[in-house]
């Protein structure tokens, strides 16, 4: 059996993963602009300094260190390759076959990496997508899909998903996948924690 590998890599997906990052970067960094408030001390709007506060008690909180994964398809047979390649390891791995049963266990558990089909019984990945912007921590979200190709790709990360994995999945390339979505996760949680910091501080 030939597997397919993941699409991460090329030349144009780094391009595209680039100027993704650079948008991001740039929107992080920008100042926050302070809303008109009467409430003023030291020269510092109080109703920005409260915004702050209470942004920081959602990034704050330091990310676990175990890798944390959640399988979301209505195919028995990727949870079965999935149980199958991490299953055995230390990371703990999560199933559900819907968005609702994802979205439940995703209010229950800190999850860091969701493996998302392409197409659900109700919806496809971008809902799942949609759905976890509103987390304070957003989970990094990799695409799988057996009609995985450069379109997918292109329309994944520029979306905003992490990556896309092809099927049939390669033991190699999921573990490459997963580790490197856990550390952007756990990168991401950090900057803004420290961009927080620096904005309290001025």
């Known amino acids: 059996m030939q597997f397919v590998n993941c699409l991460r890599h090329g030349p144009k997906q780094r391009e595209l993963r680039g100027q993704k990052m650079a948008r991001w970067t740039k929107q992080l960094a920008a100042p926050n602009k302070c809303w008109p408030c009467q409430h003023r001390q030291k020269g510092t709007c109080m109703k920005k300094s409260s915004a702050i506060e209470r942004t920081s008690a959602l990034v704050l909180a330091p990310p676990t260190g175990r890798v944390t994964v959640l ?3 209505p195919l028995d047979e ?4 999935f149980h199958a390649i991490i299953g055995h390891s230390k990371w703990m791995l999560f199933d559900a076959s819907d968005l609702a049963s994802a ?23 971008t809902d799942v997508l949609e759905h976890i912007q509103a987390l304070p921590n957003t989970p990094s979200l990799i695409v799988t899909s057996r009609l995985a190709d450069d379109r997918l790709w292109a329309e994944a990360l520029n979306l905003g ?8 999945f390669d033991r190699t390339e999921v573990i490459r996948s997963v580790k490197s979505a856990w550390q952007h996760w756990h990168d991401q949680i950090h900057m ?8 309290a501080a001025s």
Do not use: N
Not at 78 to 81: E, F, G, M, T
Not at 103 to 125: F, K
């Open 161 to 168: 998903a992490w990556d896309v994995l092809a099927k049939p």
């Open 103 to 125: 979205l439940a266990l995703l209010q229950q558990h800190e999850i860091a990496v969701l493996l998302c089909e392409r197409d659900l019984t109700q919806g496809t990945w």
């Open 192 to 199: 803004r924690a420290t961009t927080v910091k620096m904005m």
């Open 78 to 81: 990727d949870h079965l390759s």
């Open 71 to 73: 399988c979301i398809s």
